[in-house]
């Protein structure tokens, strides 16, 4: 990260809680909603282990490669199911997404810097254009669940639920959905800082 290892361990904290908390979920709800939880519990476990400062923990040489295969792995599985759902199709964008940065941390790839906790020490990586794409997907999901959060009546939801839900819902066919129904405010509060916390790690390639 560009605030240094102190904003890694910040992200890797809070993915590391939003897993756990996602855990718990996977014991109580219908079958869909368990299988849900444990998809994001993949997905912030995922975020944390790749958020840890590299200049305390250096990850094996092979790291890259086991978070593609996972993450993969996740995406093959969230693709038939997207087909029905935008919140799926969020899974798998979101999967799609960590086996990008797993790419960008292999070695002799352009400006790796070894791991997305690590900052820029590297320089730039991966692809602008791809991840301009990733970031610009996740701020407006940043904000639209925001929304989703604050009061109705404030002039903030009404930008983020509404005038951020159009550009989405316009521009990408609905890309970012609801929070398919079993999301309390705390599960919703859970999506926002994995997502924002995706924005982060982006933004260090």
């Keep these: 990260m560009h605030g240094g290892a102190l904003a890694g361990w910040l992200l890797m904290a809070l993915c590391a809680v939003s897993g756990a908390y996602c855990l718990l979920r996977t014991r109580t709800g219908t079958p869909q909603e368990r299988r849900t939880a444990r998809g994001e519990a993949l ?21 890259w490669a086991v978070y593609g295969v996972v993450f993969g792995a996740a995406a093959l599985r969230a693709l038939w199911p997207a087909r029905h759902g935008s919140h799926h199709l969020h899974h798998l964008v979101g999967s799609l997404a960590m086996v990008y940065m797993a ?22 990586g991966g692809v602008p254009l791809l991840t301009g794409v990733l970031l ?15 009061p109705a009546g404030t002039g903030v939801a009404s930008f983020a639920g509404g005038s951020a839900e159009g550009v989405v819902r316009g521009g990408g066919g609905g890309v970012v959905g609801s929070a398919t129904g079993e ?23």
């Design 136 to 150: 610009v997907y996740y701020a407006l999901y940043v904000l639209r669940s925001a929304g989703h959060l604050i």
């Design 43 to 63: 997905m912030g476990f995922g975020m944390a282990a790749m958020a840890v400062p590299a200049a305390v923990l250096t990850p094996p040489e092979g790291a």
């Design 103 to 124: 790419v960008t941390m292999a070695p002799g790839a352009a400006g790796a810097g070894g791991h997305a906790g690590h900052g820029a020490a590297g320089g730039a």
């Design 183 to 205: 999301g309390t405010e705390l599960t919703m509060a859970c999506r926002l800082t994995m997502g924002i916390a995706m924005f982060a790690m982006l933004l260090t390639l």
